[in-house]
């Protein structure tokens, strides 16, 4: 087990969660199945005030996850430091059998939570609340996920060995690694970066042609291709060194914490852009959804290709 | 226009100690109508206004104002409601004893944002027709009772709305400024405003402008 001060405060913070997150569970579950906003019985308006305490709990559960995401990614930065091997979080993720089925849930959660939040945010802004019974049945749903993460990542901190030495992100992240990130290694690089310039350039065309189930599908592939030509090709521009693949060392100081900009980009633009499919709300919200998605996908593009350009510029040479 | 359908409410202190406020209530009230409920306390007539009011929602049944269910409303909605459609003078006037008659007066206008002038207006109204501009920046808490009301009379009517609660208005009033009260009540009423009054004294009865009184006994209307 290991215990930092980062991960005592993830665990007290998961307690409280847990804690929280049972009573929620339980009037979510009552609520679900007892509403008819038709009613004007004793047990719709009981359920009525009910659904106002639960969803003021849930929301303030994932408004503290969400941003507490990058608090991990840090926390296993840091956690790095004193595991043998490990030159950054990639190491610690790599350290037992839950690092990356953690992290894949993690990434899951985040962008159910930040879902539902945005799914209850919208069900406050109506006088009938038309979302209140399918934002408590996806907390149902996304109750067990959040219970998953928690005790996965109490499992994990509770595996690592320190004594037992770890590969780092070099052997992890290379296409001579035996794991299933170096098959990505196997994709040429000029398909993928037609493939992620080409998923931008469709981002751009349905924002103008309104088509917003295209618009999220896009958006929803933009995620996979992005963090597969991060690894395999501007990971490298940004650390200048054609071999370093890491997508966890870019968030340390060294890089100016530019990871933590790069992740919040990806993340804000691609989750608006799959909110415009999911979520019927008025054109004009979903107008400014559209504008939000475009705008913090195209700063993501701008940026990777910065370091790609930069590095052109100051040596003359693609790496 | 404001109509409770099969109303009951209950204030559940605790397990076992359950009090039945309103039992079954039926009741229509038409627009423009001045409506006085009457009975003793604690019969039920203060639970009417504040449901109307939508301060409180009912154990079950509903309540309607202009098709609207307000019973239903969210605390967020019921709040808009009862800014832009009621004004409810209490008992205890509720006004910010440290703030000026001036600034009591435009509270209600404040979440609305207005521009100056449209306040000034809105002002001007209606502290000349309660006859307090006089006292415009006077500190609420020198004042004597009767002008207090008048404030709260004011403050109830500034945004202009279709309905006037008043709970009990004239209980820490004397003679004379309750029948002055009741002269304002006269002229709400020419303004077409529907009026519900909650009271048990004796001076609001058999008055000729009003329409109905409702006789509230242990959470039931009497007929």
Redesign the interface.
């Known amino acids: 087990m290991i215990l930092t001060p980062e991960v005592l405060a993830i665990m007290i913070l998961n307690v409280i969660f847990a804690f929280f997150g049972i009573i929620a569970f339980v009037l979510s579950v009552k609520i679900f199945l007892g509403w008819n906003p038709d009613s004007v019985s004793q047990s719709q308006y009981r359920l009525e005030k009910q659904s106002f305490l639960t969803a003021t709990i849930i929301k303030y559960i994932f408004v503290v996850k969400v941003p507490l995401f990058l608090f991990f990614i840090f926390t296993l930065d840091k956690i790095s430091n004193v595991l043998t091997g490990a030159m950054c979080a990639a190491g610690v993720v790599d350290a037992t059998a839950y690092g990356t089925n953690l992290f894949i849930l993690k990434i899951i959660n985040l962008y159910l939570f930040a879902y539902w939040l945005v799914l209850n945010s919208e069900d406050v802004k109506h006088e009938n609340q038309p979302y209140t019974k399918m934002k408590f049945g996806i907390f149902i749903v996304a109750f067990f996920l959040f219970i998953s993460e928690l005790v996965v990542e109490g499992v994990m901190f509770n595996s690592i060995d320190v004594d037992k030495m770890v590969s780092c992100c070099g052997t992890l992240y290379s296409s001579s690694a035996t794991s299933a990130i170096s098959s990505i290694f196997s994709i040429d690089t000029a398909v993928l970066l037609s493939l992620f310039y080409g998923n931008f350039l469709l981002i751009v065309l349905l924002y103008f042609l309104k088509q917003r189930y295209l618009f999220a599908i896009s958006n929803l592939f933009f995620i996979i291709i992005s963090i597969m030509s991060l690894i395999t090709f501007f990971g490298t521009y940004i650390y200048e060194l054609p071999t370093h693949h890491c997508p966890f060392c870019f968030l340390q100081s060294d890089y100016y914490y530019v990871g933590y900009l790069i992740y919040a980009l990806l993340f804000m633009g691609t989750f608006y852009g799959l909110i415009v499919g999911i979520i019927q709300v008025s054109k004009e919200n979903r107008d400014k959804n559209y504008r939000k998605s475009l705008i913090f996908n195209t700063l993501y593009v701008i940026l990777l290709s910065s370091f790609v350009m930069i590095y052109y510029i100051k040596n003359g040479v693609w790496l | 226009m404001i109509e409770l359908?099969?109303i009951?409410k209950r204030y559940e202190l605790n397990k076992n100690d359950i009090v039945t406020a309103l039992d079954d209530i039926n009741l229509k009230i038409k627009e423009g109508e001045l409506v006085v409920l009457k009975g003793a306390s604690g019969s039920g007539k203060s639970t009417i206004l504040s449901l109307i009011a939508a301060l409180s929602?009912?154990?079950?049944?509903?309540v309607v104002v202009d098709e609207k269910?307000i019973?239903?409303?969210?605390?967020?909605?019921a709040s808009v409601y009862r800014r832009d459609n009621i004004g409810f003078i209490f008992q205890k006037y509720n006004l910010i004893p440290t703030l000026s008659v001036k600034e009591n007066i435009i509270l209600p206008l404040v979440p609305l944002n207005p521009d100056a002038n449209e306040v000034q207006e809105k002002l001007d109204k209606v502290t000349k027709m309660f006859n307090i501009s006089h006292k415009e920046d006077s500190i609420v808490r020198n004042l004597s009772g009767g002008e207090q009301q008048r404030v709260a009379i004011a403050r109830a009517n500034v945004n202009n709305p279709k309905i006037v609660i008043a709970d009990e208005p004239t209980a820490n009033l004397d003679e004379k400024l309750s029948l002055n009260f009741i002269e304002i009540l006269r002229e709400l009423k020419a303004l077409n405003k529907t009026i519900v009054i909650a009271t048990h004294d004796p001076l609001f009865f058999d008055l000729d402008f009003v329409d109905r009184e409702i006789q509230v006994h242990n959470g039931k209307i009497i007929l």
């Not at chain 2, 019973?71 to 909605?77: E, Y």
């Open positions: 359908k099969n009951i929602k009912p154990t079950s049944g509903e269910k019973s239903k409303l969210p605390d967020n909605f």
